[in-house]
C-alpha cells in the first residue's frame, strides 16, 4: 500500500500543491493540477498518482474535487509542446493552473526540480508527490484527467491503442504510429513520431 504523504511544508496561509501528467508519452497534451486542501477535512491515501491503481485514483480525484478548498486543472497543447518544447510547455500548464486557482495561495510547492514563472513564492520539491499532500492531490487531478483525454482519443482515432497505453510508447503505440502514421493528437517534436511521420512521406 502506498504510504500516506504527509504534508512537511508548515507555512501559515494558504499553500498550493501542483504537479503534471504526460510529459514523456509521444501524444495527447500535458496536463497540470493545483491544489489547495482544507486541513480540516484531511483526505486519506493521497499519495503519487503512479504508485495507485486507476480505480483508487478515480476514488480519490471525486474527493479532492469535492473536499479540497480550490483545485485548478490546466494543460498545454500538443501544438504548444511541439512550438515550446516539452519542458516550456510543462511549465507553461503550471502557471497557468496555478493562476486558475479561486484562492491565492500565500506558497507554490511544485513537484520536480523546476519552477514555472509565478507571482508567489515558490519551492521545486524533488520526489514532492510523495511528500507532499497537496502535491499528491496534484498529481491525482492531473493524471486522471489527462488519461480521461486519451480514452476520448482513442474513441477518436482507431488502431493507435490511446484507451491502454495514454500516449506512451508502448511497442503496440510505435507499431501503429509506423503503420498508420501520426494523428494530430502526436507530438511531431519527438523522435519517434518525426522518424514515422519521415516513413509515410516516403511511403
Not at 489547495?36 to 483526505?43: M, R
Request: glycine share 8%.
Amino acid at each position: 500500500m502506498p504510504k500516506q504523504a504527509q504534508f512537511m511544508w508548515d507555512v501559515p496561509g494558504l499553500v498550493a500543491g501542483v504537479d503534471e501528467a504526460g510529459r514523456g508519452p509521444l501524444a495527447g497534451p500535458v496536463v497540470a493540477a493545483a491544489v489547495i486542501l482544507d486541513d480540516q477535512h484531511p483526505i486519506a491515501g493521497l499519495a503519487d498518482s503512479k504508485k495507485l491503481s486507476e480505480r483508487a485514483r478515480e476514488r480519490l480525484y471525486h474527493q479532492i474535487m469535492g473536499q479540497a478548498l480550490c483545485c485548478s486543472i490546466a494543460q498545454a497543447s500538443v501544438q504548444e509542446i511541439d512550438e515550446l518544447n516539452i519542458l516550456n510547455a510543462t511549465l507553461l500548464a503550471m502557471q497557468r493552473a496555478v493562476a486558475g486557482l479561486r484562492l491565492k495561495p500565500i506558497k507554490v510547492l511544485v513537484d520536480g526540480n523546476r519552477l514555472p514563472a509565478l507571482d508567489v513564492v515558490a519551492e521545486a520539491i524533488v520526489k514532492g508527490d510523495s511528500k507532499v499532500a497537496a502535491i499528491s492531490a496534484a498529481s491525482i487531478l492531473a493524471k486522471v484527467t489527462r488519461d480521461r483525454q486519451m480514452v476520448e482519443a482513442d474513441s477518436l482515432y482507431a488502431g493507435y491503442g490511446f484507451a491502454q497505453h495514454k500516449g506512451y510508447g508502448t511497442a503496440v503505440h510505435l507499431q501503429a504510429l509506423h503503420r498508420l502514421g501520426p494523428t494530430p493528437m502526436h507530438r511531431r517534436s519527438f523522435a519517434p513520431v518525426r522518424e514515422a511521420n519521415a516513413g509515410q512521406g516516403a511511403a
